[in-house]
């Protein structure tokens, strides 16, 4: 099977990258840098009309939205356990990773990037204020959904590796998150896996 894995660093495709990691997947990482606007650039267009990444492609065939391309790797890679078995908590799963990618990478996009959804400078304050005061709602609920758990459900899954890049991305717009240990130390156990090292520290040449 041929993957290729278009990423840029401190991106949500970071979560991609970790699960290919975990799942044992030989693939190939092609850097898309959005600080430089790679994404829209022709020649990536032309590979991914959407212009954004995690990317995917597998044999030809490209696949996006990280809840799809993290459900194939676990799908895909059954022996790694990147998802619960049981059929309830599967679709609690799949539920997490719809609520990461829609009810919370949201907020941290607008309080990354207020141009995209304001021309007048004026009010960029008052959208990042909001934007990090709804980041803050979601994780409060976030955190009583990790109190007094190791990872999401009773092993790691694909839902820790998207969660970590939520959380990574909130320390890198300045919010301070100490308030949720639970969180935290979420967190802090995923940095001590290999896989997350790798991703980390792989920056293009």
């Not at 890198?172 to 967190?187: R, V």
Request: charged share 25%; glycine share 4%; hydrophobic share 40%.
């Amino acid at each position: 099977m041929d993957i290729t894995l278009y990423h840029s660093p401190g991106a949500c495709s970071m979560a991609t990258y970790i699960s290919l990691l975990e799942a044992g997947a030989v693939f190939d990482v092609k850097f898309i840098l959005l600080k430089n606007n790679d994404q829209t650039s022709p020649d990536y267009a032309a590979i991914n009309p959407k212009k954004k990444v995690p990317f995917l492609v597998i044999d030809g065939k490209g696949l996006s939205e990280n809840i799809a391309m993290q459900t194939w790797i676990a799908e895909t890679y059954p022996e790694a356990n990147l998802l619960p078995s049981d059929s309830w908590k599967h679709k609690q799963a799949l539920s997490h990773m719809g609520w990461f990618g829609s009810g919370i990478h949201q907020h941290l996009t607008r309080h990354f990037k207020p141009v995209k959804f304001c021309a007048d400078t004026n009010a960029h304050a008052d959208i990042k204020e909001k934007a990090r005061a709804m980041y803050m709602e979601q994780l409060a609920l976030v955190e009583a959904e990790l109190m007094g758990k190791t990872w999401f459900f009773d092993h790691f899954t694909v839902c820790d590796s998207y969660f970590f890049w939520i959380y990574d991305r909130a320390l890198t717009e300045g919010f301070d998150l100490s308030e949720f240990k639970s969180c935290t130390d979420h967190y802090n156990r995923m940095r001590e896996r290999e896989s997350v090292q790798k991703v980390l520290t792989h920056k293009p040449d």
